[in-house]
């Protein structure tokens, strides 16, 4: 298995410009997670799906900030307009279980997100 | 409210020696505690977890963590470690419908 795939890896913008982050969750998986690693805050939990739909979104830190979720094997994390408070590592993690946050989460490599 | 406190931010030992990295939680009830492995540049990795039943709870790559109830603990342990250890560890607490991660203890690894 691949395992949970992201992109980009990197992603360097300007202020106030539009970036979309991506996530391939593990084939068959059916809890998908949004996470934010800052060295200040440490790792946050944004956002997560079950079986595609959001379920609790209570950790996005604005209107900024949004995630679809159109498939089971593909989500998107939007910032619009990106400031430079949200350079973080963004991670996307998936679970087999639609329990979800009480189970094994297997975690993407992270995007780098640097706005200047 | 739940929290999760890891006290060591960064734990130096020399290859081959004993490791213990401390987890402590606040939560009313039993939780789900998770002990998990991020090698720089990557993602995280679960090493071990506890549910319930057996306090003791064997791992990956060597790893054991014990459930402490009265201590609120679930401190990570391993007997030898090696250089390839070296990486941060976070440990995770599984709260109602909540995940709360600890700030993290990075480890290093004297040769």
């Known amino acids: 298995d691949a395992g949970v795939i992201q992109s980009p890896r990197h992603e360097v913008t300007e202020m106030g410009q539009e970036v979309t982050l991506r996530c391939k969750p593990i084939?068959?998986?059916?809890?998908l997670f949004w996470y934010r690693q800052t060295m200040m805050r440490g790792l946050e939990l944004l956002i997560y799906f079950n079986n595609n739909v959001p379920i609790d979104d209570s950790g996005m830190p604005e209107d900024r900030f949004s995630a679809k979720m159109p498939n089971a094997s593909f989500s998107t994390l939007k910032i619009q307009p990106s400031e430079p408070r949200d350079s973080a590592v963004y991670f996307c993690a998936s679970s087999p279980i639609l329990a979800g946050l009480t189970d094994t989460q297997y975690f993407g490599p992270g995007t780098r997100l640097t706005v200047l | 409210a739940q929290s999760v406190t890891q006290p060591d931010i960064h734990i130096t030992v020399s290859e081959g020696a004993s490791l213990e990295l401390r987890c402590n939680y606040s939560y009313g009830a039993t939780p789900y505690l998770f002990w998990y492995v991020q090698s720089p540049g990557q993602g995280l990795q679960l090493l071990l977890k506890y549910f319930s039943g057996d306090t003791l709870v064997q791992g990956i790559k060597g790893f054991e963590a014990e459930f402490k109830r009265s201590q609120s603990s679930f401190n990570l342990r391993k007997p030898s470690v090696h250089w390839s250890d070296a990486a941060e560890y976070f440990c995770a607490v599984g709260a109602g419908d909540k995940i709360i991660f600890g700030k993290g203890t990075r480890l290093h690894i004297l040769p």
């Open positions: 084939s068959g998986h059916n809890s």
